[in-house]
């Protein structure tokens, strides 16, 4: 088991950025892939990136690929995603995933998401 803390959410005006942060406890989660994921008022959970336990590889959909950054720091058990360059379009409650499975699985969360998660943070975008 693993439990994951979103923080860094806000309101923030179109244009500008946020760095989210995931801490994990209960284990350590450098061996496993990590990643980002958001839901809209009324729509469905949306992928947005993910990063291999070593940070080596990333997949990140089309929609923020070039404006959004995951990464992670194993000494501290966190995830970032850095966003730049926000829309309004962009608010959503933005959750961290965990697959504590060895191995990278890339595209494969695109669709199947991942078996732990926090509980989200709230991102506000004004235009």
């Known amino acids: 088991q693993v439990q994951l803390v979103e923080s860094g959410g806000g309101l923030v005006q179109a244009g500008g950025s946020l760095r989210l942060s995931c801490a994990a406890s209960?284990?350590?989660?450098?061996?496993?892939?990590m990643g980002w994921f958001r839901q809209a008022p009324g729509q469905e959970r949306e992928f947005l990136a993910t990063?291999?336990?070593?940070?080596?590889?990333?997949n990140y959909a089309d929609s923020v690929k070039g404006r959004f950054t995951i990464s992670r720091d194993n000494t501290k058990n966190t995830v970032y995603l850095q966003m730049n360059s926000l829309k309004p379009e962009d608010t959503a409650v933005y959750y961290c995933?965990?697959?504590?499975?060895?191995?990278?699985?890339?595209?494969?969360?695109?669709?199947?998401?991942?078996?732990?998660w926090g509980k989200g943070t709230l991102v506000t975008v004004s235009s």
């Open positions: 990063i291999s336990g070593g940070g080596t590889f990333t």
């Open positions: 995933a965990a697959d504590l499975r060895t191995g990278y699985r890339g595209t494969y969360y695109q669709k199947n998401g991942m078996d732990y």
């Open positions: 209960g284990r350590t989660v450098s061996s496993y892939a």
